[in-house]
DNA sequence: GTGAAAGCGCTAACAA
DNA sequence: TTGTTAGCGCTTTCAC
């Protein structure tokens, strides 16, 4: 049978009440006592029940991570960031996946409104995540990581109202073109993400400004999937009708690799002819060939954010009234140097 | 202030007693109360308190998970395997990392014996997790994933006398060198894993088989740290040093692909002049020049068993005496065709 | 400084 | 079939 802190107070001759004083360090105990206490604690190897313990203070000191699913290259960096920032502060986090479709929402719902945690982590939710608005209105503490904001700081994500952590989307992809232009690139072919996502909005935005603003035409943009095999699609396609450009941005690195893969096959040669620069920097961005300049995420500096802004909210801080943005940072690398 | 099963159960005019046994469907309830007490809970939208019902019931339905740390790339499918399997039965997923060293482990302990979950998944844990043995004695329910198991069959991990689940280290090493063998090679080069691991003897063992029941000396073997530069290191150093061989085994894809680089940077024609097999088939391993052949390693199908092998466990099934053993899966590409 | 007692929200005998 | 009564293990007034 489990010790317990009944337990404790026997075989240390108290309460259970000077027990649970000594266990929080409520300085009202006398010095003595508390030693007799601590021993038996010791000796006995006892540990209060998290369970007993969240039943009698109202909290769990557990955090809720709700993520989209495990398998994205960048999703174990950002649970990296806030697994580190919740442990040391003494949280659990207890991992949810929308992986599977409704059931897992369903799933979810229930352990939310079952006082499971006493925070929650939303990371790239999809749009319109009914349940959110319920609770936000409850007044339940919620940070939404990686939200489609366009990182220019007045807070237009996909999710505005909510307390977020985004990255600079649209200065990391003027970045991008700005390198471009710098290294006398004029007609880059762009191939964005997903039309949904305030994300791409900003990243198309932030990369078309400097051209415009140098007097080059709207970038020309291509549909693709964002996969390698998309990127790669696209652009096999786009040399097949002998479209002229000299350079290429894509929204994620997946679809950079698929760009590189094309031009490859074409025997069209990066740098010199086409430079390639994607976004995200996923480990593989340093292993293709040639290597991908890319507009680096701070996947797991996100998490971190995101994690320090819910636990000082869970401690008595307000939250921030707009997004915290964590700059991207442009990683030259040979595919455009 | 939350309602609570005291509200439910005078607004349908019963006992919680009776309310109890409706949420949990204990068929000896009248069919018109059930249905009573069934509208109240949806007009007051009424979710249990998991923190309570544990307590209660003195089972938390949480199933924690101790991984190393979550960034190295196929985390993400083993988790995402556990969570499925998890998730489907209604169980909660309490993630651990051991990322920030001696505090980590105290935290999680604290966790193991403050009752928070019913049992344990322990990926790829280091040697000698001392807590570990304890647990085991209390008779918690731990399942390791990934143990080092050669893989058959008969429980030689680095945790014996552990359920677990492994892979089949040898028989994928076999089947790289049996693919060599096939091929022509007859001189290979193996870059090995850590030495401590179960699964590096493993492999080191698997692939040595054939080409020594075909009369070939014991494969040259070759130190390096497990990583992209550390292949490339080794690689270019037995370069130096005209060492003959027209193959290279390594026991991850990382490393692999700092061969290739070598290799590249040589001017030795990856497979004409050498050919190259990794393990893990991480993402990288498509897409690397040429795409690598490699061992696939099921990670997400090793996290879906652990996890049914656990939940069965705590429906009160045994635990199976040796370890669920998933095949490995020669994947072959351009660089060993 | 310390203890008794009343919960936190639920389940599980035991009666009725 | 249903209600009553104890707990589960802890925190927290409120007295002393």
Redesign the interface.
Known sequence: M?VTIADVARRARVSKATVSRVLNNRGEVDAGTAVRVREVIAAT?Y?????????ARGR?Q?VG?LVP?????W???V??GV??VL??H?Y??????M??GA??VT?FT??V????FDGLLLVEPPDPLSCLTGLRESGFPVVVVDDGDDGDGDGDGDHPGFPSVATSNRAGATAAATHLLATGRTRPVVIPGPAALGRTRARTEGFRTPFTAAGHPTPHHVEADPT?AGGRTAITALLAENHEFDSVFTHNDLTA?GVLDALHEAHVDVPTQVAVIGFDDI??AA???PPLTTVRRPS?EMGEAAATILLANLAGAPFPTTPEIIPTELIVRASAP
Do not use: F, I, K
């Open positions: 489990r190897g540990t209060p029940s998290a369970g007993a313990v969240g039943l769990t557990t991570v699913h495990l398998t994205c290259p999703m174990g960096d649970l990296q697994s580190d442990e040391a003494g659990g986090l207890l991992l949810h996946t992986n599977r059931d897992s799933r229930r352990h409104s079952g006082n499971a390698r690799a480990d593989l292993h293709t060939q797991r």
